[in-house]
């Protein structure tokens, strides 16, 4: 066990630059003057450093050191949220965002104002707390014109040499697929969006939460990774005036989330721990205008230029998409009801384009449940007078059958073809309904009916093959296969199964 002195001797020589900073935060009447880049990269890389220090002798389980910790941890977190905050200022004109019904600039100067508000009292704290565990505070401050930042205004001209691309339409088709598929994952942040203030707590950890926020942190920038390393200083950049806003949007929300990702932890490891604050203390940062920030200014934004974004992904989809047709068998288990009608419009509806499911002559809008839903009876139809021509090839005797028997008739010839696989019983046993359908036509239309009834009411369904032809966009039409190929999310009775991992974005 090291001695309390010799790690006070240890703390105060580390903490001189950190106590400096603060002071220099702390003499400036308005924070947000303070707030540079080069200011706030000293700020954050000496907090880092201390931390650690700190962590490295468990001064977090301490109860002389453990609140001196948690400053410096709050100043680390508060740092990178103000430099990430600071990086979308700067950078937000370049990124052509689209427009919203929302004031980004200005939300961003509050929450600006905010984090820097923040840094400034916890930084007092820090000073005073440093006093108390008897650390040498420095009085001297750095001078002003050491953080200084005077930009002027304007860019370098673009003048490098453009870069040649193999196939402009596959690479940016998989480009909008990627986003249009990350965007499927997001649905968290729509879905925190829409809370009410007094809901705002109730959304950490689920659905929003350090690691899932981290996680589409970390997504985010992949794909900023994947269009700077095939896209970015290409002649095709140069033409498609989309690509340029698709990688702003793309950037803005990975920064948005590198922000929620700094507030959230906080707030999951100092504020909500446990459901008390931390070491039985007031919190150091108020809860209240801690989660206004994150879920008003980081989850709102962040969802509203992801949906930005999916609009203009699938508007360059239709652009870039290669017409084709595909022939797929139709859903084993009672044909395009619910569950396989809604999944196919998912799959259409997730791309935006134009889709056609074509079948026995008559076109059907592929994004609509209700439309490809339409198109059942026309399937049910077509197995029945199948299961018509069937039956009468049956050495079943259907003359002067008295009207009791048709049903018992029935019963056996759905036992027959179900024997020959033509048709699958769901209900077992098989019950017939007490009445008997009214009789019309000759018998074998009668029992025809009888049996067309029990497929109507789910016991049984006629197993015939029939397959149904979609026209579209390829990528479209290749999820769609790949959807037919894993029975459209369901089994020979109607259960259940997983998709694969390229079809998760339907379960979402």
Known sequence: MISDQAFQGIVAERAQALLRLAGHLAKHRSAREAMTRPFLSALLSQSIQLEELLDAYGARNNRRWHLFRTIVATIRRFADAAYELLHIQHAAPSYRLLPIQHDFGRATDDAMAYTADVLRQVGRRMRRQARRLDLPVPADTPHDARYAENLPAGRLPQNCATRDIASVSETLT?????????AAESGLLHVA????????????????GEESLRYLEHRFHNLQSLYDTYVSETETEVLDPDLPVLRGHISVVFHLLKVGTALVHYYERHVDRYGRPSAGRK???????????????????????????????????????????????????????????????????????????EL????????????????????????????????ARLPVALKDVAEEDIQAIARRIV??????????????????????????????????????????????????????????????????????EYGYGEDNFGNNIPLPKELAYLRR
């Open 193 to 208: 969006s829409r809370a009410k203030p007094d809901q705002y707590a109730a959304c950490i950890p689920d659905p929003i």
């Open 283 to 357: 919190p150091l940062v108020s809860r209240q205008a801690l989660l206004a920030t994150l879920m008003e200014y980081s989850i709102a934004y962040a969802s509203r230029y992801i949906t930005c974004a999916q609009c203009l992904c699938q508007e360059m989809l239709k652009r870039y998409a290669e017409v084709t047709e595909i022939e797929v068998p139709a859903p084993r288990y009672r044909g395009l009801h619910v569950r396989p009608s809604t999944l196919i419009a998912k799959v259409v509806s997730h791309y935006g384009s134009e889709v056609q499911m």
């Open 415 to 484: 036992l027959t073809l179900a024997e020959q696989g033509k048709v699958v019983i769901y209900e077992q046993p098989l019950r017939l309904p007490e009445e008997p359908v009214q009789r019309k036509g000759t018998v074998l239309e009668w029992v025809v009916a009888e049996i067309a009834r029990l497929q109507a009411t789910a016991k049984i369904d006629i197993n015939m093959d029939l397959s149904i032809r979609f026209r579209g966009d390829k990528r479209v039409l290749a999820d769609v296969r790949l959807l037919a």
């Open 174 to 182: 998989y480009l909008a697929t990627a986003f249009l598929n990350l």
């Open 360 to 391: 026995d002559g008559e076109a059907y809008d592929a994004s609509t449940p209700l439309e490809i839903f339409r198109a059942n009876e026309k399937i049910n139809a077509r197995k029945r007078r199948w299961l018509a021509s069937e039956i």
